[in-house]
C-alpha cells in the first residue's frame, strides 16, 4: 500500500485547509484500512490528530483539534481527507496519513500502522 498526502501550504490563523491522502497498492481495497493522520512540528514528537474506521463510521479525534478538524474518506475514490478549519499557529507541522488494516485499535500509536505517506507541510501564520 503506498500514501500519497498533499494539500498543505500557507495559511492565515482562522483559517482553512483540506489535506488529502490517496491511496494505492496492486491488491487493495481502501475500505479494509484504518486510516489515520497525524503531525511533527520541529523538535517535537510525532502525535495523533485523527483516525477514521474503513467504512468510515467511526471517527476519532485528538483534544487539540477536536471541534476544528474534520476526518472524512472517499472509498469510491481510495482517499482520505482532513479538513483544518479555525487554524492556529500551534497547528503548523508536517503532516503525515497512515494506514493500517481493518480495526483502528489503538489509533493513537504511530506503532499501530503498517503504512505511511511522505508528509505534507502546514504552516498557520498569525
Known amino acids: 500500500v503506498q500514501l500519497q498526502a498533499s494539500g498543505g501550504g500557507l495559511v492565515q490563523a482562522g483559517g482553512s485547509l483540506r489535506l488529502s491522502c490517496a491511496a494505492s497498492?496492486?491488491?487493495?481495497?481502501?475500505?479494509?484500512?484504518?486510516v489515520g493522520w497525524f503531525r511533527q512540528a520541529p523538535g517535537k514528537e510525532r502525535e495523533f490528530v485523527a483516525a477514521?474506521?474503513?467504512?468510515?463510521?467511526?471517527?476519532y479525534y485528538a483534544d487539540s483539534v477536536t471541534g476544528r478538524f474534520t476526518i472524512s474518506r472517499d472509498n469510491d475514490k481510495n482517499t482520505a481527507y482532513l479538513h483544518m478549519n479555525s487554524s492556529k499557529p500551534e497547528d503548523t507541522a508536517v503532516y503525515y496519513c497512515?494506514?493500517?488494516?481493518?480495526?483502528?485499535?489503538?489509533?493513537?500509536?504511530?506503532?499501530?500502522?503498517?503504512?505511511w505517506g511522505q508528509g505534507t507541510q502546514v504552516t498557520v501564520s498569525s
Open positions: 477514521i474506521s474503513g467504512s468510515g463510521d467511526y471517527t
Open positions: 497498492g496492486r491488491i487493495f481495497i481502501f475500505n479494509n484500512y484504518c
Open positions: 497512515a494506514a493500517r488494516r481493518y480495526v483502528c485499535g489503538t489509533y493513537t500509536q504511530t506503532g499501530t500502522y503498517n503504512y
